[in-house]
């Protein structure tokens, strides 16, 4: 008979930990590509069903994620965006050169307004990147006014002249974006000098006040949170990281986003799981330096990075997404759900059409990725109460290096309901788990798999990968090789 692992969850619901924030199950949009243009914004001219000029397909696909923040305009591209090229009539706005991404032409059709209005009809809240790099204070301060500004002052007449009468609601402001980088290759100390005069002039009447979120570091730049976290002073609400993960690790030749072996699944395995690593080493930083817990953790930057779809402008990052995505997508909520105590935001790239997407469109059809089924099946953890649990998680082994086979994530929702994540990493053995939990008599599954690894959806086959839902009786559920499950209990 087929090996199977043999995992125990042992937990007590009346038990609980800290909140799983809503917005660790944020999104990330920028100007790249076709994320923006074609992937949500068509225009009101297109014949694309749309609503205000945004997909009406992607957006009604979106509103089941219940998408709770919006990173925009970037990444890279935030840090060359100058928010006046994005308002007033769209025929008369200037067209840029997106210098980060394939070089191509920007023509801002969707800047402010139109942004807002994704984010209002989403119900999400709105996380906007400033531009660090390469903008001015003022040109901030002024763009804070212009949206936040419920009085008189010329910039609030501006947007009433531009149709927009109330404020928008602005939660979360990002200062710039990996200063050690694109944002600028700065050191950290310059980084934290820079961060402390835009933040000063960030200055509104809104309530709540704005969470400013400082640019942190990424795989083998712990030293950012550290140096960050001692140095930024007052006012500082979060610092954010990135990690990507490459199958192969290397930038230069990442690895396929199909068609890859079993040996390339586990390195790939192997890669996303050293986000437990970071997390570890970054939130140690902040217990040292900021032991009352005040500056939160944002992973606003994560996901899968292969080489890009062949035949496809390299620059615009265009990758299929298979199981895999949707194994590695639930290796790492799970992480996060692990940390809810700091990690209180974080940031999947991206949303539509680049890198690990939620959806792929081609013209006007539209296809819902693995990636996408995991976050919906997932949407029950936004604001759960998280239940500590013991998990034996089994062993996934290649020589030297061993991996958990599943890790779990229980919680309990805000229908009251106790919910259980499961994945199983391990492509070849099942995994059999027992549920040590008092009074349980079976639950609702809802379970994610394919035949193969690399199993994915396409426009001519676009529902070959999607959950399907089946009950179970007892305390024990059986999870296939390389699935993902989330059980909702019956007592
Ligand atoms: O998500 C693509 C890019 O990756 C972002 O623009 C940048 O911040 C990161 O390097």
């Known amino acids: 008979?087929?090996?199977?692992?043999?995992?125990?969850?042992?937990?007590?619901?009346?038990?609980?930990?800290?909140?799983?924030?809503?917005?660790?199950?944020?999104?990330?949009?920028?100007?790249?590509?076709?994320?923006?243009?074609?992937g949500l914004w068509v225009g009101k001219d297109s014949t694309i069903p749309n609503t205000e000029g945004f997909r009406s397909d992607v957006v009604g696909a979106l509103k089941e994620l219940h998408v709770p923040v919006i990173r925009w305009p970037g990444g890279c591209f935030a840090d060359e965006y100058h928010w006046r090229d994005g308002i007033g009539p769209q025929k008369d706005r200037p067209v840029k050169v997106n210098t980060n991404w394939g070089g191509v032409e920007e023509d801002n059709q969707v800047g402010t307004h139109e942004i807002f209005t994704l984010t209002e009809m989403l119900g999400a809240d709105m996380y906007l990147n400033i531009n660090l790099g390469s903008g001015t204070?003022?040109?901030?301060?002024?763009?804070?006014?212009?949206?936040?500004?419920?009085?008189?002052?010329?910039?609030?007449?501006e947007r009433r002249k531009n149709g927009r009468d109330k404020p928008w609601s602005l939660p979360f402001i990002g200062i710039g974006n990996e200063?050690?980088?694109?944002?600028?290759?700065?050191?950290?100390?310059?980084?934290?000098?820079?961060?402390?005069?835009?933040?000063?002039?960030?200055?509104?009447?809104?309530?709540?006040?704005?969470t400013l979120v400082a640019s942190g570091g990424t795989d083998g730049k712990s030293e950012w949170t550290d140096i960050l976290s001692k140095k930024?002073?007052?006012?500082?609400?979060?610092?954010?990281?990135?990690?990507?993960t490459l199958p192969t690790g290397d930038w230069n030749d990442k690895g396929e986003a199909t068609g890859f072996d079993s040996d390339m699944w586990?390195?790939?395995?192997?890669?996303?799981?050293?986000?437990?690593g970071y997390l570890e080493e970054n939130l140690a930083f902040l217990e040292k330096n900021d032991p009352d817990n005040k500056i939160a953790f944002y992973v606003d930057e994560w996901g899968t990075w292969y080489n890009a779809l062949e035949g496809?402008?390299?620059?615009?990052?265009?990758?299929?997404?298979?199981?895999?995505?949707?194994?590695i997508t639930a290796v790492n909520l799970n992480l996060f759900h692990d940390h809810a105590d700091r990690v209180k935001m974080t940031n999947i790239a991206q949303m539509v059409n680049v890198l690990q997407a939620m959806i792929l469109t081609d013209e006007d059809k539209m296809l819902l990725t693995p990636t996408y089924h995991v976050f919906r099946m997932y949407r029950v953890?936004?604001?759960?109460?998280?239940?500590?649990?013991?998990?034996?998680?089994?062993?996934?082994?290649?020589?030297?290096v061993s991996l958990p086979a599943t890790t779990v994530s229980v919680a309990k929702g805000e229908d009251g309901g106790v919910y259980v994540a499961m994945v199983n990493m391990d492509p070849e053995e099942a995994s059999s788990v027992t549920l040590n939990i008092d009074g349980v008599k079976g639950g609702d599954l809802e379970l994610l798999t394919a035949n193969t690894m690399d199993a994915h959806n396409t426009f001519s086959k676009p529902e070959l990968?999607?959950?399907?839902?089946?009950?179970?009786?007892?305390?024990?559920?059986k999870l296939p090789p390389k699935a993902v499950a989330v059980a909702k209990l019956k007592f």
């Open 137 to 157: 204070v003022k040109e901030m301060a002024d763009w804070v006014e212009y949206i936040t500004a419920d009085n008189n002052s010329t910039l609030a007449q």
């Open 381 to 400: 953890f936004q604001d759960a109460v998280s239940v500590p649990a013991e998990v034996s998680e089994g062993e996934y082994r290649q020589g030297d």
């Open 312 to 327: 496809t402008n390299p620059g615009f990052l265009i990758q299929q997404n298979s199981l895999r995505d949707a194994v």
């Open 179 to 210: 200063a050690w980088g694109c944002g600028g290759h700065m050191s950290p100390e310059y980084y934290v000098d820079l961060y402390r005069q835009f933040g000063t002039f960030v200055k509104t009447s809104q309530k709540p006040y704005p």
């Open 266 to 276: 586990f390195k790939t395995m192997d890669r996303t799981y050293k986000m437990k």
């Open 232 to 244: 930024l002073g007052e006012r500082t609400d979060a610092i954010s990281f990135h990690y990507y």
């Open 1 to 38: 008979a087929q090996a199977t692992h043999e995992i125990t969850v042992d937990a007590d619901p009346s038990v609980t930990g800290p909140v799983i924030s809503k917005n660790i199950y944020g999104q990330f949009a920028e100007h790249l590509g076709y994320g923006i243009y074609e």
């Open 465 to 477: 990968v999607k959950p399907v839902r089946v009950s179970f009786s007892g305390t024990t559920v």
